[in-house]
């Protein structure tokens, strides 16, 4: 039963079948996706993982492993000016988040099009300027998003790391004395991450382009679903 005033967030944790919850692990399915391509494609570079990166920056400046210094930096720059993007448009739109949403979707459909246009159309070189243009392109996506997904607030379902989610799910399993509520949304975040590094993996084995184009797709499905049911809960929004 969901409680009259429940905020969207609230009102998505309800059921894995809203389509909020649902578009959002779309999402994270192809959070799997472009991290498979930054990771494996672009030189030990995440493009959506920025706790991710900060390590392996880390790990770059003290010379172990032979990791980079510039593409994670790249990459850490793109998404923070995405997320401030992010922000403008959270407050541009105030509480009508299919507007919100809307945008968000678009500038990431946009950007990792344009990714794949460029992946297609050059040869992508890791941690080159090639790469770097490649990362900082899905990092901005990633952050634009990323600040949308915190306003939406929706419990284990940040789309882009699965820290927090892993812990309520053991915190609140009934093995350690909990309810066990919100289970099956945590457990759906993380089988739609690892399902779409899988996917992403597999994908690049053949070319950047695929996994790329895959995401642009699946942002892109999501928009053109989500969006207009976002406006039938919210008339006003229309």
Known sequence: MV???????QRAATSIRHPLTRSLLVLTFTTGL??????????HVFTA?????IVLLGFGIAGSGGLPIVSP??????????AGCGGLLARRYGGRHAGQITWSLLIEVGLVALATVLAAAIDISPNAASGDTI?????????VR??????????DLTTTVL?????????????FGGSGKGSTRRVAAVVAMLAGAVAGALLLRESLVLPLATAAGLALVTWLVYVPAARRETPSES
């Open 3 to 9: 409680i009259a005033g429940a905020t969207l967030g």
């Open 73 to 82: 930096i790249v990459s850490l720059a793109a998404f923070l000016l995405g």
């Open 49 to 53: 993982n920025m706790t991710g990166n």
């Open 135 to 143: 990362v900082a392109l899905l990092a901005f996506a990633m952050g």
């Open 163 to 175: 820290t927090m989610t892993l812990t309520g799910l053991a915190a609140d399993s009934p093995p």
């Open 146 to 155: 990323n600040a949308t997904v915190r306003t939406l607030a929706v419990p």
């Open 34 to 43: 472009v991290d498979a391509v930054s990771y494996l494609g672009l030189g």
